[in-house]
């Protein structure tokens, strides 16, 4: 049993907790994930670790309720545990001087960006931070992503904070203005199809943290396989990162969406039973 140190409300739906884990925490590099399970009769859930501390021994987590088990587990609080919690699964990413680096983190991907940005930082990259939001209540993490960051720019769909628009109209431009040797992109796989798109036709390498379908995490179930350079990869054991110019992000939005009938039906059965509950209590 995995306990839970400490939970924060980043957002209405964004949480974020910390997770004592030191086994995981010792060997945890940016770029690796988890994959845990609230219960026995949970479903697994991978999530890329947003930070670690090997000295305290925990990982922080964040996540977007966006389900069922993600509703669940953002009920949890500090001092409630999680049944498991392995981990740190995946390549972890290269760590070294490429020269100058974009780390462009959008919605809840900010999260796993942050440790990337700091490592790149720590091997002597500059650093060119790109984070957005749909709206300024869903944006986090900005003053530690300002920490690991030469220069950062924020944006929001909606204009309520920083620049209105999309990150991707902001790495146009740092494209265009400034020589850059590697760009990051961690998000929706809409946004890192749209940026490795435009860093095609500008020449410059890009990586991508994919977080397709996944059930095991150890490469034999298959459910994460992924297209790059029309071959099949499975994310959890070749992945999470591949390079951006070379996935199949058509075939990936495909595959994402076959479950989503399944999943708002068990959403909805959740609530309705969750709603009772709370009615029979309120009596």
């Given at each position: 049993?995995?306990?839970?140190?400490?939970?924060?409300?980043?957002?209405?739906?964004?949480?974020?907790?910390?997770?004592?884990?030191?086994?995981?925490?010792?060997?945890?590099?940016?770029?690796?994930?988890?994959?845990?399970?609230?219960?026995?009769?949970?479903?697994?859930?991978?999530?890329?670790?947003?930070?670690f501390d090997p000295e305290k021994g925990t990982v922080t987590i964040i996540f977007q309720e966006v389900g069922k088990t993600t509703m669940m587990l953002g009920e949890m609080e500090a001092g409630d545990t999680i049944l498991d919690f392995v981990g740190p699964l995946g390549k972890e990413m290269e760590e070294k001087n490429f020269g100058h680096v974009v780390c462009v983190g959008g919605g809840v991907g900010i999260a796993p960006t942050f440790p990337?940005?700091?490592?790149?930082?720590e091997a002597g990259n500059r650093v060119t931070?790109?984070?957005?939001?749909?709206?300024?209540?869903?944006?986090?993490?900005?003053?530690?992503?300002?920490e690991v960051s030469d220069k950062l720019y924020v944006t929001t769909d909606d204009g309520s904070y920083g620049e209105k628009g999309f990150v991707t109209t902001v790495l146009e431009r740092v494209?265009?203005?400034?020589?850059?040797?590697?760009?990051?992109?961690?998000?929706?796989?809409?946004?890192?199809?749209?940026?490795?798109?435009?860093?095609?036709?500008?020449?410059?390498?890009?990586?991508?943290?994919?977080?397709?379908?996944?059930?095991?995490g150890t490469g034999m179930c298959g459910c994460c396989r992924v297209s790059v350079n029309g071959q099949c990869k499975f994310t959890c054991v070749d992945g999470p990162i591949f390079d951006g110019h070379a996935v199949d992000f058509d075939e990936l939005l495909s595959r994402q969406r076959i479950y989503l009938e399944e999943e708002k039906r068990a959403l909805e059965k959740y609530l309705a039973t969750r709603a009772k509950e709370e009615a029979h209590y309120a009596e």
């Open positions: 049993m995995f306990k839970i140190l400490k939970k924060q409300v980043l957002t209405p739906e964004i949480k974020l907790m910390v997770i004592d884990a030191p086994r995981v925490a010792r060997k945890a590099k940016a770029g690796q994930f988890v994959i845990l399970r609230i219960n026995d009769q949970g479903e697994r859930i991978p999530l890329t670790i947003a930070d990337k940005a700091r490592a790149l930082k931070s790109i984070i957005g939001a749909r709206t300024a209540s869903m944006l986090f993490w900005e003053d530690k992503m300002r494209l265009e203005q400034e020589k850059v040797d590697l760009v990051i992109a961690v998000g929706p796989v809409m946004m890192m199809k749209m940026t490795s798109l435009l860093t095609k036709k500008h020449g410059v390498p890009t990586l991508v943290s994919l977080n397709p379908i996944m059930v095991d």
